[in-house]
């Protein structure tokens, strides 16, 4: 079983939809969680990070983290064509103090005009 | 701030070949990575270095795969010799503080590698 589990889509939606990525993950050590953009042709950039259970809001951007159920989500707001990408959620090594990160497989978003 | 640059963007050899990749982090990012990425996958890390010492290289195959990075500041990932399975983007990244919240990485372009 991979640690960090991701629906792989592909998603397609209209413009001004509601976007929901999810991602599951295994390892109980993990306390940080992190949503990665990745652009066609571009190295992943931070999106947000959240810590150990809850909701963290960006703007059109909410994080959310289930404990519980080793559940993590992305929401888009009002989605928009540049928000075309892949997404990735990634777990850091709670363990060490170096930051390894341990990452899904990604979901590819289409935002449709 | 200039960003994490990589050479070259792109590569096409032939299995057997040989080929390195070069990095240079952001300047004064003590932490550099190196990761493969295969198309309709997430990016895996194959080593980690915390200055000029390997920090964690668990995953590299070791048979063909080798890194380096003299003086702490650039580096370099040579594959000798290459297999198909080996055709992948090779993303760079770098850190300031290892561990620092919420360790952030900062990822360069990528060398897009197509064994044929």
């Known amino acids: 079983q991979k640690e960090v589990e991701q629906d792989p889509g592909p998603l397609s939606v209209p413009e001004g939809a509601i976007v929901s990525l999810n991602c599951t993950y295994s390892?109980?050590?993990?306390?940080?969680f992190m949503w990665y953009r990745q652009y066609s042709r571009k190295g992943p950039e931070l999106l947000m990070y959240t810590y150990s259970s809850g909701n963290k809001e960006d703007g059109r951007f909410t994080a959310q983290v289930d404990k519980s159920s080793k559940y993590i989500s992305l929401f888009i707001r009002d989605s928009q064509p540049s928000d075309s990408a892949t997404y990735l959620c990634a777990a850091p090594a709670g363990g060490t103090s170096y930051g390894k990160l341990t990452f899904g497989q990604g979901t590819i978003l289409t935002v449709h005009p | 701030e200039a960003g994490v640059a990589q050479s070259p963007r792109y590569k096409i050899i032939e299995k057997r070949q040989s080929v390195a990749f070069w990095c240079n982090p952001i300047?004064?990012?003590?932490?550099l990575y190196w990761y493969q990425q295969i198309l309709g996958q997430g990016p895996k890390l194959l080593i980690q270095f915390q200055n000029n010492g390997v920090v964690d290289d668990s995953q590299l195959p070791k048979d063909r795969f080798s890194a380096e990075r003299l003086k702490g500041v650039d580096s370099t990932l040579k594959i000798q010799p290459a297999k198909l399975e080996d055709s992948a983007v090779y993303l760079c990244?770098?850190?300031?503080?290892?561990?620092?919240?919420?360790?952030?990485?900062?990822f360069g372009p990528g060398t897009r590698l197509t064994v044929t």
């Open positions: 990244a770098s850190s300031s503080v290892p561990g620092q919240v919420p360790y952030e990485q900062y």
């Open positions: 300047s004064g990012h003590a932490t």
């Open positions: 390892n109980s050590a993990f306390q940080y």
